[in-house]
């Protein structure tokens, strides 16, 4: 009889972090559902109608990555790999959310025209910053962690156990020789398939940006399922080593960045950006909206740092993606 691998300690810790996570964001996700379907309770009165749908699919959706992080916890301590790979993807979503998180916090509070709040300043950032650090530092160390060589070992040592499994092998999606830094790049450009099924659900109020233009109703729609579609396809493609979706993936990230620098420095982003709002009848703003109005143009510049990973990652691992998409080819089906 086979031995089954038992995971070390901190394997262990960092699947009990995940599963914790994904448990608390579950409940919060759960009462935000919940509360927000009684209009007269403030959390659902503070939002106009058309905003509701919005607000349904975007809870709804983080629950479903919530509960998928319990799962993917509970795989990382049976030590399966595919989970080690989900939780990587997952902590390097939460280091950079939280770090852009960190600089939107400090550039609003600090760079705002001053006034008379209730709480200091200091101790705004200090909690806020708490807020989004300890995310931040979770992430880091299940990046350091999942990513040293004797970690690594113990997952690769229960992949026969996983080989065996007829379950696993027929739902196995990544071909076996998909270089790692492929794997991680495949998996999030293919999750934005979640998206998909909640657009038609999308209020016509929601806009679309592309190249400095404004797109409304079934053409913001089209748009963004074109967009999406652009991401998906080549994300798939990466993951069954289709040598077609190395040179489509450069594209589409090409596109992505191109799209990001021509919102950032369009002439007319800050006037769509305000037509936009006046549209929604959200309720009143702050007085330093509008100063948020003209950072939030930069905001975009920071958002490129992914698609510009993407690059990165690929050009740097080209030839171990054609070598393994080459050696797939020429394997006898």
Not at 68 to 78: A, E, N, P, T, Y
Not at 117 to 144: C, D, E, R
Not at 159 to 178: E, H, M, N, W, Y
Not at 195 to 206: A, G, N, S, T
Request: proline fraction near 7%.
């Amino acid at each position: 009889m086979t031995a089954t691998p038992r995971a070390s300690s901190s394997i262990i810790a960092a699947g009990i972090f995940a599963i914790l996570g994904g448990v608390l964001s579950s409940l919060f996700n759960l009462a935000a559902l919940i509360l927000f379907s009684f209009s007269k309770f403030p959390l659902g009165a503070t939002y106009p109608d058309f905003m509701r749908p919005v607000l349904y699919v975007i809870w709804t959706f983080f629950l479903f990555c919530a509960v998928f992080l319990v799962v993917v916890g509970i795989q990382v301590i049976r030590l399966r790999n595919w989970a080690r790979i989900a939780l990587l993807i997952v902590a390097g979503c939460l280091l950079f959310f939280g770090v852009i998180g960190i600089a939107v916090i400090f550039v609003t509070i600090f760079g705002a025209a001053p006034t008379d709040p209730l709480v200091s300043k200091a101790a705004l950032a200090s909690a806020l910053a708490v807020t989004y650090g300890i995310p931040v530092v979770i992430a880091l160390w299940w990046l350091i962690l999942l990513t040293r060589a004797s970690v690594v070992a113990q997952f690769h040592s229960s992949a026969p156990l996983d080989a065996q499994s007829p379950v696993i092998s027929t739902f196995r999606l990544s071909k076996p020789g998909c270089p790692l830094a492929v794997r991680i790049v495949g998996w999030y450009l293919a999750s934005f398939v979640l998206f998909l099924p909640f657009l038609p659900f999308f209020p016509k109020r929601i806009p679309a940006f592309f190249f400095g233009h404004l797109f409304r109703g079934p053409a913001a729609l089209l748009f963004l399922f074109l967009y999406f579609a652009l991401l998906i396809i080549p994300g798939f493609g990466l993951l069954l080593l289709k040598r077609w979706s190395f040179p489509l993936t450069i594209a589409s990230q090409l596109l992505v960045c191109a799209n990001g620098l021509a919102a950032t420095f369009s002439p007319t982003y800050t006037e769509m950006v305000r037509s936009v709002l006046a549209g929604m009848d959200l309720p009143q703003l702050p007085p330093t909206a509008e100063q948020m109005l003209n950072y939030s143009r930069y905001f975009n510049l920071l958002s490129l740092a992914i698609p510009i990973a993407i690059l990165v990652t690929l050009l740097v691992v080209r030839r171990q993606f054609f070598a393994a998409a080459s050696g797939i080819a020429g394997s006898p089906s």
